[in-house]
């Protein structure tokens, strides 16, 4: 299946100081396939900001599916904790946005000015984070003038995102209220608790200020005006419950929004074991061609 094009590193981009170079991967939809003014989706790997990358075969293989879909699909690396915490995560996904945005090194029959965000885990909070970001005018550090080149966001695709962080960051807002104590949560069973990967993430050097970022928890950016939206919300997700919260939320402020609750394990978009992984990702890829790839086609949520 000829479809993954590797391209070199961001060499346009100039590298943080002590940073490593960012890469990208670009993946083509088949020539039967291929028209012009495709959308562009940007695809945010999971990992928990401490691991993953876009070059792991199960993110790999997720981008062939959206390319076999007849996407053009942009597979962005950026740093990880612990050598770079909070905020290097955020700025260079903005940067790789804007690297994709600005069409250059993007196969032609590419639409750069379209893009649907996708991510996994906390590439889904990346993608929470972007669209708030565009929709504010804002860059991902916040100071930098924000991309200038005319472009909209047509979707953003949320799998079981980490949306919301906190001194006790998986704790409910409703059950903190009520005085319950803080559960454990782990990412796998007999993992590693979420909140020793949020202090590789957040060391205390950066952590006063960053839980009060919208860039660190996008809930603080408020929910209104975003683009259309899909939520997947699995029932064995440390972050299902605020998920499902950011859709219902979403959804009154009259955002379109898409949920979709799947009984299975975080991560499960990954697992080749999972029963109902390949269900829910044809389900997607159909209702993102249908929404984006048919000629006059809108966003579906809005009829809900």
Request: some cysteine.
């Amino acid at each position: 299946m000829d479809l993954f094009i590797p391209e070199e590193p961001f060499d346009d981009l100039s590298p943080h100081e002590g940073g490593p170079c960012l890469g990208i991967r670009v993946f083509r939809p088949p020539k039967t396939s291929c028209r012009k003014s495709i959308p562009v989706v940007l695809f945010l790997h999971g990992g928990e900001f401490v691991g993953g990358s876009a070059s792991d075969r199960e993110y790999h293989d997720l981008c062939c599916r959206f390319a076999n879909t007849g996407f053009v699909v942009a597979a962005p690396e950026y740093r990880l904790g612990s050598a770079h915490p909070f905020p290097a995560a955020v700025e260079d996904a903005y940067r790789a946005l804007a690297w994709v945005v600005d069409e250059d090194e993007m196969p032609p029959e590419a639409d750069c000015s379209r893009i649907i965000l996708v991510g996994d885990s906390n590439g889904g909070g990346l993608v929470a984070v972007l669209s708030s970001l565009v929709r504010d005018g804002l860059s991902g550090s916040l100071e930098d003038s924000s991309i200038q080149n005319g472009f909209v966001i047509l979707h953003q695709v949320i799998v079981n995102g980490w949306l919301f962080m906190s001194e006790t960051p998986q704790q409910d807002p409703l059950e903190r209220k009520k005085g319950r104590p803080p559960k454990q949560y782990t990412f796998w069973p007999g993992g590693e608790p979420i909140e020793r990967t949020l202090q590789v993430y957040l060391p205390s050097s950066v952590r006063q200020d960053a839980l009060g970022d919208r860039r660190c928890s996008p809930w603080l950016a408020g929910l209104h005006d975003l683009p259309c939206t899909t939520v997947i919300a699995s029932r064995g997700s440390p972050f299902y419950k605020e998920n499902r919260r950011y859709a219902e939320r979403a959804t009154a402020m009259g955002n379109a929004v898409n949920e979709r609750v799947v009984n299975d394990v975080h991560g499960f978009l990954t697992l080749a074991m999972s029963p109902r992984r390949d269900q829910v990702l044809a389900e997607l890829l159909s209702d993102l061609q249908s929404m984006h790839l048919s000629s006059g086609s809108a966003c579906a949520c809005d009829s809900t």
